[in-house]
């Protein structure tokens, strides 16, 4: 087998990652509806910025019906070759949230810190693990709802 060269930047841009998160949905057809104004507004076709960002066209096309996500080099030619501004594309706005970020639900408060610190050491149990940790939360739940005489009880039982 010969050696291999460096791919093309194009190519490099285009790779999916094999795990990990994917392109939050808000903000990928945001991105593309902002790239699409912007080239239409440039008279350009898909094409034209494709080529000039070193992007194959079908690439491109995915990236405007916010299938993907550009990488950040990529990112900065797009706003280069549409003279647009990457506030716009990522949907930040003064005052506002970017597109990205969920309007917070009314009603619902963060999860406290220890609620994240617990979630990450269950993310690392194996599914027995999980399962026991479960049913003891399921325990511990039903007696949080027992009526106040009931609770009562339990904590003399359990002193004894």
């Known amino acids: 087998m010969g050696r291999h060269t ?13 795990e990990g998160p994917k392109a939050p949905p808000k903000l990928a057809k945001h991105m593309g509806e902002v790239a699409r104004n912007a ?6 076709t898909q094409a034209d ?9 079908e690439v491109y ?12 080099p990529t990112l900065l030619k797009l706003c280069f070759v549409l003279r647009a501004d990457a ?19 009314q009603g619902k408060e963060e999860e406290a810190p220890r609620v994240r610190q617990v979630l990450r050491h269950l993310r690392r149990l194996t599914p027995t693990q999980l399962n026991a940790i479960g049913h ?3 325990t511990f739940a039903k007696s949080n709802a027992a009526p106040p005489e009931a609770k009562n009880e339990c904590l003399q039982e359990q002193s004894t």
């Open 61 to 72: 096309g995915r990236l405007e019906r916010g299938g993907m996500l550009p990488s950040v």
């Open 39 to 44: 080239r239409k507004q440039a008279r350009l």
């Open 6 to 18: 460096k791919p093309p930047a194009a190519v490099a841009d285009t790779r999916q990652p094999t």
């Open 49 to 57: 910025v494709a080529e000039r960002v070193g992007l194959a066209t």
């Open 87 to 105: 506030n716009a594309l990522l949907g930040i706005t003064s005052g506002s949230l970017p597109v990205l970020v969920d309007e917070p639900k």
């Open 136 to 138: 003891v939360a399921s």
